[in-house]
């Protein structure tokens, strides 16, 4: 597979300043909402740019910010306009969640990062409908029985966030049928079992990318789907 960088430009997320909406999925996002614009095709929500499994990380802190965006396979830098100096400002970056916490790791001997973690975590534990979480990772392992220990939390934290934080989404049981599971799980799947991330960060365009993961993504869905013997390969 070609993965030649297509662009050395960062990924940009901008906050809006207006009311607005996605240009794919339709949703009205309000104001602020958190948008990336693609050339032709006008404003995208994070869920329909494939950047929503990405965490917020606000500038402050130099060195977490470092280190998060190298271990972030994918990344991008958040901005928003700034009315009274005309420009865009950053505001700090989005990184995979397991990037941040590797660089929470290495800046440690800071107690100062210690604490923030806590809040963050507590902060994150909220925004969750226990009950719902491990509902939704239950189907999850129901459905794809084969999947790796622990994964199916995994998952549905991502997508319990998705929906309690969405407009009009609740945490309903509709987002608990079969279809809902299985595109949380292939979304899962394609950030963390392919090369999608990396293609998306060298300048490939979403189909472009999808595409050239489809079969990585199938031979891992059906691997999944097969009951595995314990204890192996997890
Ligand atoms: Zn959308």
Redesign the pocket.
């Known amino acids: 597979m070609a993965t030649q960088p297509k662009t050395t430009e960062e990924l940009k997320v901008f906050i809006s300043t207006r009311d607005s909406r ?1 240009d ?2 339709r ?1 009205n996002l309000g104001r602020s909402a958190w948008i990336t614009l693609v050339e032709g095709k006008g404003a ?2 994070l ?2 740019a494939d950047l929503d499994h990405l965490v917020y990380l606000p500038a402050g802190d130099t060195a977490l910010t470092r280190r998060a965006k190298k271990h972030s396979t994918l990344s991008a830098v958040v901005l928003k306009w700034s009315r009274a100096r005309r420009r865009y400002e950053r505001q700090g970056l989005i990184v995979e969640e397991e990037a941040l916490e590797k660089a929470e790791e290495e800046c440690l001997a800071d107690s100062d990062v210690r604490e923030r973690r806590r809040e963050r975590e507590a902060v994150r534990r909220e925004e969750i409908d226990q009950r719902y979480l491990k509902d939704f990772a239950g189907r999850v392992r129901e459905l794809f029985p084969g999947c790796p220990a622990r994964r199916e939390t995994v998952i549905a934290e991502h997508a319990c966030r998705k929906y309690s934080g969405r407009v009009g989404r609740s945490a309903s049981a509709k987002s608990l049928d079969e279809s809902a599971v299985r595109l949380a799980v292939i979304a899962h799947i394609r950030h963390r079992e392919t090369d999608y991330d990396h293609l998306l960060a060298i300048g490939y365009e979403r189909q472009e990318a999808r595409f050239a993961v489809e079969k990585t993504l199938e031979q891992v869905m059906s691997k999944w789907e097969t009951p595995q013997k314990r204890g192996k390969n997890d």
């Open positions: 996605c794919e999925c949703e995208l929500c869920s329909c």
